[in-house]
C-alpha cells in the first residue's frame, strides 16, 4: 500500500472529547521551524485556537522539521481542524519567510489516546524530542515548546 493511499485514513476516527497525539512534517523535511519567527507562528496558532475553544491544546513541541501536538476535540472534526491549522500557518510562514514553497508535507500523522495514562505518556514523548535528537540536554533548554501542566 501506497503512504498516500486513502486506504491508511481508513478507520480513523475523530470524536469531541477525543485525544490526539499529531505530527505534522515540514515538506521534504526542510528545517524551516528552526527559524524563530516560524516556530512561533507554529505555537501561537497552536494556543489561539485553544482559546477559541475549537481544540484544548495539553503540549506542543516545535522541532526544527516537525511539530508534535498533544491535544483534545472540543467542537470539529480532526481533519477540518488539521487543515485550517496546516492552511493559517503555511500562510505565514511564507508571508514572514517570503518564500513560495510548500510548508507542510501533505497529511499528519495521528494517533488516539485512551485514556489519562497514555495522554501524559504522549504528552512526555513530545516534551523529550529536542532531549532524543540532541538539541538540548533538558527540555526546559528548548525554546519552542508550550505545556498546559507545570513540568
Known amino acids: 500500500m501506497s503512504p498516500t493511499s486513502c486506504q491508511l485514513r481508513r478507520g480513523r476516527y475523530s470524536g469531541t472529547g477525543h485525544a490526539y497525539l499529531l505530527t ?4 521534504q523535511r526542510h528545517p524551516l521551524l528552526q527559524r524563530e519567527c516560524a ?3 507554529v ?8 482559546q477559541k475553544g475549537r481544540m484544548e491544546s495539553l503540549a506542543v513541541v516545535v522541532m526544527p522539521d516537525h511539530v508534535h501536538l498533544v491535544m483534545r476535540l472540543t467542537t470539529e472534526p480532526l481533519a477540518t481542524l ?9 500562510h505565514e510562514i511564507k508571508r514572514a519567510l517570503v518564500r513560495n ?7 499528519y500523522h495521528d494517533r488516539g489516546l485512551r485514556d489519562e495514562k497514555g495522554i ?4 512526555d ?3 523529550q524530542n529536542p532531549v532524543r535528537a540532541g538539541l538540548v540536554d533538558d527540555f526546559h533548554q528548548h525554546p519552542h515548546w ?3 501542566w507545570e513540568v
Open 101 to 107: 514553497e510548500p510548508v507542510w508535507q501533505r497529511g
Open 24 to 27: 505534522v512534517c515540514c515538506h
Open 39 to 41: 516556530a512561533g507562528i
Open 82 to 90: 488539521m487543515r485550517s491549522m496546516k492552511s493559517f500557518t503555511a
Open 125 to 127: 514523548y513530545c516534551l
Open 43 to 50: 505555537l501561537d496558532s497552536a494556543q489561539w485556537l485553544d
Open 120 to 123: 501524559r505518556a504522549a504528552v
Open 146 to 148: 508550550w505545556c498546559r
